[in-house]
């Protein structure tokens, strides 16, 4: 069986070592996991290339939202959000869903936090959707995202509603006091928060989307000030693990081996 990872640009995913290190410990010997750049106008065409022997294919940049169009498909989470991260194909048809959003409870939950009540999300981009899900599934009781532009800010207003949140809208310069928050998932790309000045209460939770470099500025100050910190890669396997277990079907992915396999090839990096 195959299943792989798409996007544009490819090269750089680690998600074929974490798939390819769960088959190997499954013993799944007949599994690949490969990887394929794919832009947004190639995805249907790729899609219906793909015979029995495809499971599923991972989705990245910037195929998150075309996923919907071409998928048979969309899972309630993956319509919430607007986005999918994931296609499942089993019998001709094709699902959408987006496993971003419960992989980063699942990494939250490892370190003893199942609920936020107040979240805190930097940057308004298409990863702060996931975060807005994940902020509705921690059940919390507001959301204030801190961005550059107002408009951004305002696009995910209806993505806000549908998830039942209640979204505030701050300016960046405000993002001083995200720290005050339960939670605060940082979405921007590395370098974007180098300078930015946070002040962390000590039972505050960091969830930075980067994991390369690590630790990053904001990760480095939050842990000065007694945070506790979750990077990329935590979300990069946990969301991994999902996708696996829908590719084969499997109740249970051997995890540990999965997160080795992962962190062994971010050190060698």
């Not at 969309?74 to 699902?95: F, H, K, M």
């Not at 960091?206 to 935590?234: H, K, M, N, Q």
Request: net charge negative.
């Amino acid at each position: 069986m195959q299943a792989a990872v798409l996007g544009k640009p490819i090269a750089h995913s680690l998600s074929p070592v974490v798939h390819n290190a769960g088959y190997v410990a499954a013993g799944l010997t007949d599994w690949t996991y490969t990887r394929h750049e794919c832009d947004e106008p190639s995805l249907a065409s790729f899609v219906d290339s793909l015979d029995e022997t495809w499971a599923g294919l991972s989705l990245t940049m910037p195929l998150k939202e075309i996923a919907l169009v071409v998928a048979d498909e969309v899972t309630p989470v993956a319509e919430a959000i607007g986005a999918a991260n994931t296609l499942v194909l089993r019998g001709g048809r094709c699902l959408a869903d987006n496993t971003d959003a419960p992989g980063m409870v699942d990494a939250l939950a490892e370190i003893g936090m199942e609920s936020a009540d107040e979240v805190a999300v930097l940057g308004a981009g298409g990863s702060a959707r996931g975060a807005l899900a994940a902020a509705a599934q921690l059940h919390a009781k507001s959301v204030t995202v801190f961005a550059r532009r107002p408009e951004a800010i305002a696009e995910l207003e209806p993505v806000a509603e549908r998830l039942g949140l209640e979204l505030r809208a701050a300016s960046w310069d405000e993002a001083v006091i995200a720290g005050r928050s339960d939670l605060v998932v940082s979405t921007v790309p590395k370098g974007v928060t180098d300078n930015l000045r946070v002040d962390w209460k000590p039972s505050a939770v960091l969830f930075d989307i980067v994991y390369d470099p690590w630790p990053t500025p904001l990760a480095a100050s939050a842990e000065a000030e007694g945070a506790r910190v979750l990077s990329g890669l935590e979300l990069l396997l946990t969301q991994a693990v999902r996708q696996w277990t829908q590719f084969t079907g499997l109740a249970q992915a051997p995890v540990e081996a999965m997160r080795e396999a992962l962190y062994t090839a971010a050190r060698l990096r």
